[in-house]
């Protein structure tokens, strides 16, 4: 586990039931530089550091995991759906081509 | 040295000085991506040879014209009751001219209950993007959509 990045969960709604399906998105601040872009005042190339996968796991079952590659955007989101099962925790993990590894968790509280 | 073998050795000597500076020129040239893919072997190395088919099921959601190639919203549903024996296994999004062509895999699973999947992406230039899925009963399906770009964003 390295130096911890600005990251996000966010649920949709807020306010959920037991067995709804809500719409979950994941933010990070990340560089995703490809290799191939140039520093514009030294003119140096920028090293390749991409996130190489995202997996998201929900009371320890595993609901999607991604492979990415290098163009996705500046500072990612990723947005899926789930289906609320119970109280617990969403730990959403991914990982760096540089080894760079992170994590990050939500309670999940169903309501009514 | 005969006038014949010095006239070579010139011709040799043009050819080298002519060749040195390009290969300098070449060390500041653009670099080639870490993973350069094809559109075709992306969709070969997904698919493993299978034919994907154009459905109406798949919904690939991009503006039209982007301003902006550094960021351009992409979405992708999918039509699927999403239960254990009928559920979307994998969406992948792919583009057309970039040195990647392969954007992002997605492997859903039925704790998803809905086949949906959005992210925002790079363009280097107008070019087709692709939402390529695939089904639990081994079928792929196969959407795509140009987009304008009007400022390139790889880089």
């Given at each position: 586990m390295s130096k911890a990045r600005k990251s996000l969960i966010k649920i949709k709604p807020k306010r959920y039931k037991d067995g709804e399906i809500v719409k979950v998105s994941f933010m990070v601040m990340h560089p995703?530089?490809?290799?191939?872009?140039?520093?514009?005042?030294?003119?140096k190339i920028i090293p390749a550091k991409y996130i190489n996968s995202v997996k998201f796991v929900y009371n320890g079952k595993e609901i999607t995991h991604m492979t990415v590659w290098e163009s996705l955007s500046v500072n990612p989101v990723f947005t899926t759906y789930m289906k609320i099962n119970g109280k617990g925790k969403l730990t959403v993990t991914y990982t760096d081509n540089t080894g760079e590894m992170n994590e990050k968790t939500k309670k999940i509280k169903p309501r009514g | 040295m005969q006038r014949r073998d010095f006239f070579k050795k010139l011709g040799t000597v043009a050819v080298v000085t002519a060749v040195v500076p390009a290969m300098s020129f070449a060390g500041n040239a653009k670099p080639v991506g870490p993973n350069k893919m094809d559109f075709k072997t992306a969709v070969n190395a997904i698919t493993g040879g299978k034919t994907p088919q154009k459905s109406n099921k798949v919904k690939l959601k991009t503006?039209?014209?982007?301003?902006?190639?550094a960021v351009v919203p992409v979405t992708v549903s999918v039509d699927s009751p999403m239960t254990d024996t009928d559920y979307v296994k994998a969406i992948h999004i792919l583009d057309g001219k970039n040195s990647n062509a392969r954007c992002i895999d997605v492997f859903l699973t039925p704790a998803n209950g809905k086949a949906m999947f959005s992210t925002r992406i790079k363009l280097g230039g107008t070019q087709d993007v692709t939402a390529l899925v695939e089904l639990s009963n081994g079928e792929f399906l196969i959407a795509s959509q140009s987009v304008k770009v009007t400022i390139g964003g790889c880089g």
């Open positions: 995703m530089a490809t290799g191939m872009g140039r520093d514009k005042k030294t003119k | 503006p039209e014209i982007a301003e902006n190639g």
